[in-house]
């Protein structure tokens, strides 16, 4: 009886426990449940104020994005961009001093608010066919059979131009020293052509072909064309020539013929400028003036007339000596803008430079 009333009470002991175990676990479930769902509520809240904080931040981002691109649109009226050929008349900077008149042309306009870009492509001493080549307008052929060797060691390459004339172009880059003419393909093989500065008076020019990267040997048959990087930089850049001054040409239609070649490389051939000649006795280049005078219309700027007319002249300079005013009187270029008979000084291509900016201007070529 004692075993029986025993086990009645170790059951109801379980029993119990159970029932307050259960009640405990019940208890502590719907507190876990209480703070569970407040955290919840707390997150929601969190949420909705990181929604509302990356609105503004959208906001405040989409007003900076907007405010600089008004304020980049106000600032940059639209970018145009011009390449000036020529020789050393175009490169400048002779005498000592460090001017040209195509970055005339640029800080002017940037002064007056306008973001354009200007290259020079002067080279001293080429002449018109030599710029020709550069441009595209005229072909550059290798006039012998050569090898371009595996390594990257500089092979002589004869060139001539596609009308016979044997080559002489000039370009060099002297803030390097490096006499090169331009980056080049010759039959599919990249490279530099760089020619040899220092030859005799009257001997024809020597130009080297040196490939970027080592590769198979290629032969290169007499005929061949060669391709200058230079052909294809600038198709959507409006050109500017001062070319003739180292002639390349017999008569003034010839002239204006390599011009129009030249002019015919751009996407847009009827957006170009074309300068008169200014060097020599003013007899040198009347012919050739009068002709692109008559042919060009607006696109030719006569510098020669505007260099020598003393009210232009009086803008520059405080007065005119006795010596500039005999040369006017003879037909020559002032003595106060030049470095010798041929090339400006600082004041002269500041003047040339600020001459065919007028011009762009007037033709809408710079503009809101």
């Known amino acids: 009886?004692?075993?029986?009333?025993?086990?009645?009470?170790?059951?109801?002991?379980?029993?119990?426990?159970?029932?307050?175990?259960?009640?405990?676990?019940?208890?502590?479930?719907?507190?876990?449940?209480?703070?569970?769902?407040?955290?919840d509520k707390r997150f929601d809240g969190i949420e909705s104020q990181l929604k509302d904080i990356n609105e503004k931040i959208g906001k405040e981002k989409n007003t900076d994005i907007t405010e600089t691109t008004n304020n980049e649109v106000d600032n940059n009226p639209g970018r145009m961009a011009f390449v000036c050929w020529g020789d050393s008349l175009t490169e400048g900077r002779q005498g000592g001093f460090d001017v040209a008149y195509p970055e005339v042309i640029q800080s002017t306009a940037a002064s007056n608010g306008y973001n354009i870009e200007v290259v020079n492509e002067g080279a001293p001493g080429e002449n018109t066919k030599d710029i020709m080549a550069r441009t595209g307008a005229m072909d550059l052929i290798v006039t012998a059979n050569m090898v371009i060797p595996m390594n990257q060691s500089e092979v002589t390459v004869p060139m001539a131009y596609g009308d016979g004339t044997v080559a002489t172009i000039r370009h060099t880059d002297y803030s390097t020293d490096n006499y090169f003419v331009a980056d080049a393909n010759i039959c599919g093989v990249d490279g530099m052509i760089s020619y040899e500065p220092y030859i005799e008076e009257g001997a024809d020019m020597v130009y080297y072909f040196k490939r970027f990267e080592e590769g198979p040997e290629v032969q290169v048959p007499v005929g061949t064309e060669v391709t200058l990087s230079t052909e294809n930089m600038y198709k959507d850049y409006i050109p500017i020539l001062f070319i003739g001054t180292n002639r390349g040409f017999d008569s003034p239609e010839e002239l204006i013929k390599q011009q129009e070649a030249i002019i015919n490389q751009y996407n847009d051939s009827d957006k170009f400028i074309i300068c008169g000649l200014t060097s020599g006795p003013p007899e040198e280049h009347a012919a050739d003036n009068k002709a692109m005078a008559e042919h060009w219309g607006s696109h030719f700027v006569d510098l020669r007339d505007y260099l020598s007319n003393p009210d232009n002249l009086l803008k520059y300079v405080p007065e005119l000596s006795d010596i500039d005013r005999q040369d006017l009187s003879d037909g020559w270029m002032p003595a106060c803008i030049m470095v010798d008979s041929t090339h400006f000084n600082d004041v002269g291509y500041t003047m040339i430079g600020e001459c065919i900016y007028d011009r762009l201007i007037q033709l809408g070529y710079i503009h809101n």
Request: hydrophobic share 50%.
């Open 1 to 39: 009886m004692k075993r029986k009333g025993l086990g009645k009470t170790i059951v109801i002991i379980i029993t119990v426990t159970f029932t307050l175990t259960l009640a405990v676990v019940f208890r502590c479930g719907l507190n876990l449940y209480d703070r569970l769902n407040s955290m």
